[in-house]
T-cell receptor
Framework: EAEVAQSPRYKITEKSQAVAFWCDPISGHATLYWYRQILGQGPELLVQFQDESVVDDSQLPKDRFSAERLKGVDSTLKIQPAELGDSAMYLC???????????FGQGTRLTVV | KQEVTQIPAALSVPEGENLVLNCSFTDSAIYNLQWFRQDPGKGLTSLLLIQSSQREQTSGRLNASLDKSSGRSTLYIAASQPGDSATYLCAVSSGSDSNYQLIWGAGTKLIIKP
């Protein structure tokens, strides 16, 4: 069964270091989402791509976060420099154009120390 | 602005009971509503998707209903099992064909006691 792949599953990094997460969506899914989820809360959208274009990054802290999806397939989310408050689960999801059902990866658990 | 609320935040019931989880939303102009399950430290698993034109969807012991006019959805779990213990989140989808947005509830943490 097709699934959204994310790596790494877990990441521990020191404050002020750079960290990157990778996501490979389900084949053929043009829409890709990056979410951040703090324990006990619902996911918060960081950035949404349609193919290689960003359609919503209004909640992305652009001074330290960046995201790209150069060929409209896989995507990378980067944080530089990481702060203690960035510790959270980072989730990637994808969906087809015109169909809103979203499928999620297993997430990357980030701990900043 | 669409807001999604899930009540209660946590629920603990004995094994075998039937139970209902609630999700409410403020704007009825939605495309669909999804229910997700999340195990501790894991990603989200889609359980059921209800299109705006539908009233309910069923999968095994799960049944989800949608009443758009009142802004409510329920997830019914029959004959609950300890393995059903997880956090259940609902999300509503709104927008255009090229830009859907998912608006999330904070989830209901469900504990099924053996």
């Amino acid at each position: 069964e097709a699934e959204v792949a994310q790596s790494p599953r877990y990441k521990i990094t020191e404050k002020s270091q750079a960290v990157a997460f990778w996501c490979d969506p389900i084949s053929g899914h043009a829409t890709l989402y990056w979410y951040r989820q703090i324990l006990g809360q619902g996911p918060e959208l960081l950035v949404q791509f349609q193919d290689e274009s960003v359609v919503d990054d209004s909640q992305l802290p652009k001074d330290r976060f960046s995201a790209e999806r150069l060929k409209g397939v896989d995507s990378t989310l980067k944080i530089q420099p990481a702060e203690l408050g960035d510790s959270a689960m980072y989730l990637c999801a994808s969906s087809l154009i015109g169909v809103a059902e979203a499928f999620f990866g297993q997430g990357t658990r980030l701990t900043v120390v | 602005k669409q807001e999604v609320t899930q009540i209660p935040a946590a629920l603990s019931v004995p094994e075998g009971e039937n139970l209902v989880l609630n999700c409410s939303f403020t704007d009825s102009a939605i495309y669909n509503l999804q229910w997700f399950r999340q195990d501790p430290g894991k990603g989200l698993t889609s359980l059921l998707l209800i299109q705006s034109s539908q009233r309910e969807q069923t999968s095994g012991r799960l049944n989800a209903s949608l009443d758009k006019s009142s802004g409510r959805s329920t997830l019914y779990i029959a004959a609950s099992q300890p393995g059903d213990s997880a956090t259940y989140l609902c999300a509503v989808s709104s927008g255009s064909d090229s830009n859907y947005q998912l608006i999330w509830g904070a989830g209901t943490k469900l504990i099924i006691k053996p």
